[in-house]
C-alpha cells in the first residue's frame, strides 16, 4: 500500500540526502543511527507508559529508511552489504517496537492478554519476513501476503500515538489484533506459495 508513496518520499528527501553527503555521512551510519532512535523510542518510552513521546521519537527516525536508500543511490555506494544492513536493522527496530509494547502491557499497562499479543506481533512479524527471505534463497517467491512490514509498521505507530494522545486503549487493542491475525494470515499464505511452486517445480 505504501509503495506508491515512495517516489514522493523520495523526493522529499533528496535535497537532505544531497546534503548529508556534502558533508561526509555515509548511508550505512544513517542507517545505524536511524535504528538507535527507534529502538531508544520503543524501549525507553513505551516501558514508561508514555506511548505518544515513543511514537513520536521513533517517526522522527524512521524516515532514515528512505533517507539511507537515497543517499546510496545518489552517491553510487549501494552495495550488498548495506542491502544488508538495512534490511537487518529494519528487523531489529520492527522487534523493539514490539517489544516496548510488550513490556508496557506487562508493566504500566498491566494487562496479560495484550502483552501476549503483543508478543505474537513481534513473533509473526519476524517470521513473515524471515519466510520470504528464506524462500528467496532457496529459489522461490514470497512477496504474498496481506500485512506488509511498511503497513504492520504504519498501523502499529498510529494506533499508538491515538491511543496515548486521546487516552483511547480500545485504538491500539484492536489493532493488536488485527494485526496478529493479519501477520499470522500472511506466513501461512507465504508458506502456502512457496509450496505451490515447489510442487510445480
Known sequence: MLERFRGLFTAI??????????????P??????GTLGVVAGALVFFPQGMLLTGVLVITAFVFSDLLDGTMARLSGRT????????????RVGDGAI???????????????LYTALSLVCLVMGSVTSYARSRAETLGFDAKVG???????LVAILVATGLSGLLDLPI???????????AST??????IWAVRTQALAA
Open 171 to 181: 485504538l491500539l487493542h484492536v489493532t493488536l489484533w488485527v494485526l496478529a491475525a
Open 79 to 90: 552495495s550488498k552489504f548495506g542491502a544488508f544492513l538495512d534490511s537487518t536493522l529494519d
Open 98 to 112: 514490539f517489544g516496548g509494547l510488550v513490556l508496557y502491557f506487562a508493566g504500566p499497562g498491566d494487562d496479560t
Open 146 to 152: 496481506i500485512a506488509e512490514r511498511a503497513d504492520r
Open 28 to 33: 550505512d551510519a544513517v542507517t545505524f543511527v
Open 185 to 190: 494470515i500472511t506466513v501461512g499464505q507465504r
Open 13 to 26: 528527501f533528496t535535497p537532505v540526502a544531497r546534503l548529508l553527503l556534502r558533508l561526509g555521512v555515509s
